[in-house]
């Protein structure tokens, strides 16, 4: 912030007058006029003193000399006005305030667009995350940091009683279901076929009600499982060599 500092200043009576009663010279006068409004630019820009002391006051002037000696002496001079309750700088709002006022209202709009534009910036992130988390949803981490499909799927379906790949999984002993479990299964069954589902379901009911959110797990499971996919047909291709041997062939 700054002050106005007018030349006329210079050779103003009242720089006369403090002069005189300070037994300074005039260009340590105006030193001292210009260090002290300078300091009640920083803590006390309503130009109200009244708080300050007068060894404040000094000090915020850098007098050296007694501190009342300078108080009396502005006061006396014009440079202060003393009332019964208050102390305030002379004229301040006429030469010092309104640039004061201007500049804490220029602080107070930066802070409020600061405001504003950090809260617009968290909102984008958040869209931004929830898109990200909703291109994820494919449940091809086998782990339990993977995307909770539930949190995105808007589109809630009604369980099928007679979906198989539903009633193996909500054949899984303490297994934990909801309205969405038919929505999300469709999906492995379209993306893996219903038997591997199933097959992964039965082989690894256990861990799948173990984990935290089962139904991930077993996306986990079905999107780098390939051992479950082999683990069937393995088993096909014995029960086929077994229906060979029995068949004598």
Avoid at 79 to 102: E, L, P, S
Wanted: overall charge positive; proline content about 4%.
């Amino acid at each position: 912030m700054w002050i106005e500092s007018h030349q006329e200043l210079r050779t103003h009576p009242k720089v006369a007058r403090l002069a005189s009663t300070l037994g300074i010279d005039r260009h340590n006068t105006l030193a001292l006029l210009h260090l002290f409004w300078w300091w009640c630019v920083d803590f006390a820009p309503t130009g109200d003193i009244t708080r300050f002391t007068a060894t404040e006051i000094s000090c915020g002037a850098e007098w050296s000399g007694d501190p009342q000696t300078l108080l009396d002496a502005l006061t006396e001079t014009g440079w202060i006005d003393q009332t019964a309750k208050r102390r305030r700088v002379h004229d301040w709002d006429d030469f010092a305030g309104k640039w004061i006022r201007r500049a804490l209202a220029q602080a107070k709009r930066m802070r409020e667009w600061r405001n504003k534009k950090s809260a617009r910036d968290a909102h984008v992130m958040r869209t931004k995350r929830a898109r990200l988390s909703h291109v994820r949803g494919d449940l091809t981490v086998p782990d339990l940091t993977v995307p909770d499909l539930t949190k995105h799927d808007k589109r809630v379906s009604t369980p099928s009683p007679s979906s198989p790949t539903l009633q193996a999984y909500r054949g899984i002993k303490g297994i934990k279901t909801s309205r969405r479990d038919q929505s999300i299964l469709d999906r492995f069954v379209e993306r893996y076929g219903e038997s591997t589902v199933i097959d992964a379901i039965r082989e690894h009911e256990i861990k799948i009600v173990a984990a935290e959110r089962p139904l991930p797990y077993l996306g986990g499971i079905l999107g780098n499982g390939r051992p479950v996919l082999r683990k069937s047909l393995t088993d096909r291709a014995k029960e086929i060599e077994t229906n060979l041997t029995l068949r004598g062939l």
